[in-house]
T-cell receptor, first 115, second 114 residues
Framework: DTGVSQDPRHKITKRGQNVTFRCDPISEHNRLYWYRQTLGQGPEFLTYFQNEAQLEKSRLLSDRFSAERPKGSFSTLEIQRTEQGDSAMYLC?????????????FGEGSRLTVL | KNQVEQSPQSLIILEGKNCTLQCNYTVSPFSNLRWYKQDTGRGPVSLTIMTFSENTKSNGRYTATLDADTKQSSLHITASQLSDSASYICVVSYPTSGTYKYIFGTGTRLKVLA
């Protein structure tokens, strides 16, 4: 069990550029979640996959955001035409169907700074 | 509306002292409540999980309590250490449509001073 890994850990970009984050969940976990967290706040739900199916998207996920999980393993979160308000920590978490009441295991996060 | 509220927002204590963090929730139906510790710039790490029937659970110097009737939980930290400086997030989950949904509190930021 190698844990949830996220890449890159830090990304600095100029406004208007596109960025992509990758998440590799724990191997036997079929559920994968993306959250956004700003300073001093708790994580906010963005989207959720069960295997390769994207089952729910938050209203926070504007048209500029897209997430994929093409083979039900790793996932990517892309932000197009970044804005300064997108600056945040993007957290990925995974869980199993019946594991310990759906315990979420988090990655270390990808911190985005938009200049 | 399903909500999780934590208090205080921030707390400063001296090393070696005890402290208690609070979590009140209005989530229904209720499945379980977790406390996570999040170091600055890192992802949250689970400390404890409590289900409906559990009142108290300990993990080293961390003790969580749950009162399902009043929908309140607390996290008590004993003999605090500098490494306890972190944000502590309360998360309540509830079952829906064959899966779980998670409601996060905004966290309590704890600073332990030498």
């Amino acid at each position: 069990d190698t844990g949830v890994s996220q890449d890159p850990r830090h990304k600095i970009t100029k406004r208007g550029q596109n960025v992509t984050f990758r998440c590799d969940p724990i191997s036997e976990h079929n559920r994968l979640y993306w959250y956004r967290q700003t300073l001093g706040q708790g994580p906010e739900f963005l989207t959720y996959f069960q295997n390769e199916a994207q089952l729910e998207k938050s209203r926070l996920l504007s048209d500029r955001f897209s997430a994929e999980r093409p083979k039900g393993s790793f996932s990517t979160l892309e932000i197009q035409r970044t804005e300064q308000g997108d600056s945040a920590m993007y957290l990925c978490a995974s869980s199993r169907d019946r594991g310990r009441f759906g315990e979420l295991f988090f990655g270390e996060g990808s911190r985005l700074t938009v200049l | 509306k399903n909500q999780v509220e934590q208090s205080p927002q921030s707390l400063i204590i001296l090393e070696g002292k005890n402290c208690t963090l609070q979590c009140n929730y209005t989530v229904s139906p209720f499945s379980n409540l977790r406390w996570y510790k999040q170091d600055t710039g890192r992802g949250p790490v689970s400390l404890t999980i409590m289900t409906f029937s559990e009142n108290t659970k300990s993990n080293g110097r961390y003790t969580a309590t749950l009162d399902a009737d009043t929908k309140q939980s607390s996290l008590h930290i004993t003999a605090s250490q500098l490494s306890d400086s972190a944000s502590y997030i309360c998360v309540v989950s509830y079952p829906t449509s064959g899966t779980y949904k998670y409601i996060f509190g905004t966290g309590t930021r704890l600073k332990v001073l030498a």
